[in-house]
């Protein structure tokens, strides 16, 4: 899911709102965690992805 701010920006979990409007407070509270796992997984898959196009350009520089 994404979330835009009013410029059309890609909101980070940790920038919205809490609970996404369920009443529910152990469902709000599951749904925050599981977004907190998402926001992280996405800065690691980002720095993994930055650290292989680096590690193929060495290798192979014609390629990038």
């Not at 940790?14 to 529910?24: H, I, K, S, V």
């Amino acid at each position: 899911m994404c979330v835009l701010d009013a410029e059309g920006t890609v909101l980070l979990h940790r920038d919205m709102p809490t609970g996404l409007g369920f009443t529910d407070a152990s469902t709000a509270k599951s749904v925050d965690v599981d977004l907190d796992l998402l926001d992280s997984y996405d800065e690691i898959i980002r720095g993994m992805e930055l650290f292989l196009v680096n590690r193929a350009k060495e290798h192979d520089v014609n390629a990038f």
